[in-house]
């Protein structure tokens, strides 16, 4: 089984001052490029009057199908709508200056594979920055936009300022998620974003992993289903109870409350939840290729606000392996 998706870098610098609040920056983007996106992506019947969810074109409009995806009876139960198809990753951003004359960088991993959507994202972005960013809409300028590397794929340039935009050149990055019996019986995940696991219709209060994984495993196989070419095959219920043989050993967790209004309803809404570490031990070697994918794909609810971001690092005691980091390292800020 492979999952394909393409993790972006935009890279800017600044023209004016720029800041990020605490806890925000994904969330200002979002709502930011989701009226840049409508506003290019949408016929202008649409933009000043209709409703995206119930547009006779959705389907094949790249803002209905990117921002405002409905269910259509497909997915897992009980999901109102489809997971949109991309996440940000601007942890580093959070809280932060950015002076004129500064360069910095947010990730966007995306999951659609259809190759107009990175040029309506790449036009997007750029058509942002020259508006503004940030609450005080500090004007900036898109330099490059890159497929970073991942797996066995080398990075690559999707537009810079000097050369023709390729999105539709790029391919994506395979991940296998097939067992890989060599990997280790003990491993560490690193909560790094607030993050919220659905079990039993209630929120769980610690990341057990059958519970881990069973969402894990639900939005991957959602996301590709929708997104990427179509249902893996895979049998979810023996799947879980295999996960259920695995043990959570240790548990360090503290919960963070953040909450964001939305611009479009004016409602506000908790987007909290636990950060932390836990160890698990058990036979991982089937599991190890999907929790490295959900590196990617962000775990939980509200992922596309950059929720639910993991990472996977050895154990105690446990020799490094590739695809592994030491919990508790920093990535640079790139501001």
């Not at 794929?153 to 296998?176: C, D, H, N, R, W």
């Not at 079990?199 to 610690?206: F, G, L, M, V, W």
């Amino acid at each position: 089984m492979d999952f394909r998706f393409y993790p972006l870098r935009f890279e800017f610098t600044a023209k004016q001052s720029l800041f990020f609040p605490p806890r925000m920056a994904s969330n200002i983007l979002r709502g930011a490029l989701g009226v840049i996106f409508r506003s290019i992506a949408c016929v202008p019947e649409c933009r000043l009057s209709g409703n995206p969810r119930t547009c006779e074109i959705r389907h094949s409009c790249p803002y209905a199908k990117i921002f405002e995806p409905v269910a259509d009876g497909l997915g897992p139960s009980g999901l109102a709508d489809s997971p949109r198809p991309f996440v940000f990753r601007t942890r580093h951003l959070d809280g932060h200056a950015i002076q004129p004359g500064k360069s910095f960088y947010f990730d966007l991993n995306v999951f659609s594979l259809q190759p107009e959507t990175l040029a309506c994202f790449v036009l997007s972005f750029a058509a942002l920055a020259r508006e503004g960013l940030g609450p005080n809409r500090g004007k900036a300028e898109l330099g490059s936009v890159r497929r970073l590397s991942a797996g066995q794929f080398p990075e690559q340039i999707i537009y810079s300022p000097a050369g023709q935009m390729t999105a539709s050149l790029v391919e994506p990055v395979t991940l296998k998620l097939d067992p890989e019996p060599s990997r280790p019986g003990r491993i560490r995940i690193e909560f790094l974003s607030p993050t919220e696991l659905k079990h039993e219709h209630k929120i769980a209060e610690r990341p057990e992993f059958p519970i881990l994984f069973g969402r894990i495993r639900d939005r991957i196989g959602t996301l590709t289903a929708l997104y990427g070419g179509g249902p893996l095959e895979m049998d979810y219920q023996a799947l879980g109870a295999r996960a259920g043989l695995v043990k959570m050993t240790g548990c360090a967790m503290r919960r963070e409350e953040s909450r964001r209004r939305s611009s479009r309803t004016g409602q506000t809404h908790s987007i909290g939840g636990f950060l932390g570490t836990a160890d698990y031990e058990g036979d991982l070697s089937e599991f190890l290729p999907w929790l490295e994918a959900a590196r990617y794909t962000g775990v939980g609810r509200q992922a596309v606000w950059g929720k639910g971001e993991i990472r996977l690092c050895p154990s105690a005691g446990t020799a490094e392996v590739p695809g592994m980091e030491k919990c508790g390292t920093r990535n640079p800020s790139g501001v």
